[in-house]
T-cell receptor, first 114, second 113 residues
């Protein structure tokens, strides 16, 4: 099936540092979503992107929908300990048959040292 | 407004046993989904229901069946559990319309021995 390449797989940072992660694909996506999963919980939607080039912020989080529609980036500024978790990107393919389905990246595990 | 709820939260089965995972949403969403999450594999779609009365296979449907009981409820059944089905199972829902945002339940942690 369709795959999203999410990187990095894991990050270990100090509190206060900025974080950047990204997802790339060989296919065009109509929608990019970023989720965060806390340990033992379900993924929670952070940011949704619907237009190529779109830049959207949610507090200290900023995400961008790549111009080529094949990638997306998530940045976290001034990280804090509660940012710890797994961050997933997800995309919806530009294909009628996939209209109801999302493709997920494998996640970026973020650890923040106080 | 509870969002997406799942029962049970934890379950241990022996190989060959059967069980049904329950999922309900109170957001009046049309589409519902079942995923499994394994270490290093991300979220993989098992089955989904685009609307009440329809179900379709996802990426990893073998060994599972689903029932869209009504608009609110979407259950996942393991007829004969296998150790390879040890995983964390998430249900999600999505409203009708242009957005593709899916909202997830808290998960069911299943161990098959």
């Amino acid at each position: 099936g369709q795959q999203l390449n999410q990187s990095p797989q894991s990050m270990f940072i100090q509190e206060g540092e900025d974080v950047s992660m990204n997802c790339t694909s060989s296919s065009i996506f109509n929608t990019w979503l970023w989720y965060k999963q806390d340990p033992g919980e379900g993924p929670v939607l952070l940011i949704a992107l619907y237009k190529a080039g779109e830049l959207t912020s949610n507090g200290r989080l900023t995400a961008q929908f790549g111009i080529t529609r094949k990638d997306s980036f998530l940045n976290i500024s001034a990280s804090i300990p509660s940012d710890v978790g797994i961050y997933f990107c997800a995309g919806q393919l530009n294909s009628g048959g996939s209209n109801y389905k999302l493709t997920f990246g494998k996640g970026t595990l973020l650890t923040v040292n106080p | 407004n509870a969002g997406v709820t799942q029962t049970p939260k934890f379950q241990v089965l022996k190989t060959g046993q059967s069980m049904t995972l329950q999922c309900a949403q109170d957001m009046n969403h049309n589409s519902m989904y079942w995923y499994r999450q394994d270490p290093g594999m991300g979220l993989r779609l098992i089955y989904y229901s685009a609307s009440e009365g329809t179900t379709d296979k996802g990426e990893v449907p073998n060994g599972y069946n689903v029932s869209r009981l009504n608009k609110r409820e979407f259950s996942l059944r393991l007829e004969s559990a296998a150790p390879s089905q040890t995983s964390v199972y998430f249900c999600a829902s999505r409203e009708k319309g242009g957005t593709h945002e899916q909202y997830f339940g808290p998960g069911t942690r299943l161990t098959v021995t």
